[in-house]
């Protein structure tokens, strides 16, 4: 059976963490959706996405093809109603399709809004569903509970330094190559996670459910509350109160970020502070592309929405509830407004537009610490960006 992951209107309730990738890509919980997806299935998945991300996420189209949509979380129960699907029939709740299985001819002419009208079955199943970006944080510890027990099923973990304080009755799992020592792992609310070749450095203090993946770096006497994620290739300090950065991200020093979502190639200078809460403790309103007005959460605690590639310099000061687009680049006293759009160049006092060669520029040398290139799939996802978000930095001035 051929697997193919499909965005649906949900890709856009998901801006700006979105515009640099499918929604399977996003990380929540230890895994990305896809990779969870990858695992129930025990097959490859492919993309549906945005066309101007098709190149860097492409689709592979068979003779039997089951869509699955992107934004679902996978259980045991929903992978057993979606294998039984028979060809040309969809699984759907009200107007959201879950999976459809179609043959090469309507794969290639493949459209969520219009798959199979009248031969569709409701799921008997709960599903879980990503629909807003607070969603991955407020979601973050079922999900890192869930994909603890896929990855280390079968599996045993590294010994643990008797160096460490270990509080808890949950399961501590480290993968080849991590290093933990003279640190407090705390389980009592949940389990922590170490990937490969990542390190905890000494005096951190962390409470699960905690995920820390492949090669990223916890740094000396760091606070972390769960449910928190650390995508892979990354460094945080300071204190962090349930946060996922995607991966790729830097928030090396001291300073506060709490219910956030970075997403990757970002860094926060040092003493970056973000409010989670609102001084008269009502529920907070976000920036949302799609509404394209602050929609009411319905959270208390609400903090950051960062996109990729956005950068903020020392001492800067997030206000509750902000959105960031995609390579923008802050710094200055004062506080922000609560929301920056993509390519904005400034601070508190006014922002201008990010020239286009800049952002390539930045980029590539960000990347290129990683040993990753930016390339020209790359660059021409940047360029199509930098064109469809100009109309929020015009209406910003």
């Not at 970020?257 to 809460?277: F, K, R």
């Not at 959105?323 to 006014?350: C, E, K, Q, Y």
């Amino acid at each position: 059976m051929n697997y193919i992951l499909f965005d649906d209107k949900t890709w856009e309730q998901l801006l700006p963490l979105t515009y640099t990738r499918p929604v399977a890509e996003v990380r929540v919980g230890i895994l990305t959706i896809k990779e969870k997806w990858e695992k129930y299935l025990q097959s490859t998945c492919s993309y549906f996405t945005k066309e101007y991300l098709q190149e860097k996420f492409p689709s592979e189209i068979e003779e039997d093809n089951i869509f699955i949509n992107s934004s679902l979380i996978p259980t045991a129960e929903l992978l057993s109603e979606i294998e039984n699907l028979e060809m040309n029939q969809v699984l759907k709740y009200e107007d959201i399709v879950y999976a459809v299985r179609i043959d090469k001819k309507e794969a290639l002419a493949f459209d969520p809004g219009k798959c199979c009208q009248g031969n569709s079955i409701q799921p008997i199943s709960e599903c879980v569903k990503l629909n807003h970006p607070w969603d991955i944080f407020v979601m973050n510890g079922d999900c890192i509970e869930q994909d603890f027990k896929l990855l280390t099923k079968g599996k045993k973990s590294l010994p643990i330094s008797k160096t460490n304080n270990i509080l808890g009755d949950n399961d501590i799992f480290l993968e080849r190559g991590a290093k933990v020592e003279c640190a407090t792992l705390n389980t009592t609310d949940g389990p922590i996670f170490i990937g490969k070749n990542a390190e905890i450095m000494e005096n951190s203090a962390i409470r699960g459910p905690f995920a820390l993946c492949n090669h990223s770096v916890v740094k000396m006497s760091a606070k972390i509350y769960g449910p928190t994620t650390i995508g892979p290739h990354s460094k945080v300090g300071g204190e962090l109160n349930n946060v996922v950065v995607f991966g790729y991200s830097n928030k090396a020093h001291d300073g506060f970020l709490g219910n956030s979502v970075i997403g990757e190639w970002c860094n926060l200078g040092a003493d970056t502070n973000n409010s989670n809460l609102k001084n008269n403790y009502a529920a907070v309103k976000l920036w949302d592309y799609k509404a394209e007005s602050f929609l009411n959460t319905g959270l208390q605690f609400c903090g950051l929405i960062m996109g990729d590639h956005s950068k903020c310099g020392i001492n800067t000061m997030f206000n509750t509830g902000t959105v960031v687009g995609v390579s923008a680049n802050i710094f200055g006293d004062g506080f922000l407004r609560n929301f920056i759009p993509s390519f904005a160049w400034g601070g508190a006092h006014g922002f201008t537009e990010t020239r286009l060669n800049k952002v390539h520029e930045i980029a590539g040398l960000v990347m290129a610490r990683r040993k990753i290139e930016f390339d020209e799939i790359e660059q021409k996802i940047m360029n199509h960006l930098f064109e469809i978000t100009k109309k929020y930095r015009e209406s910003y001035k």
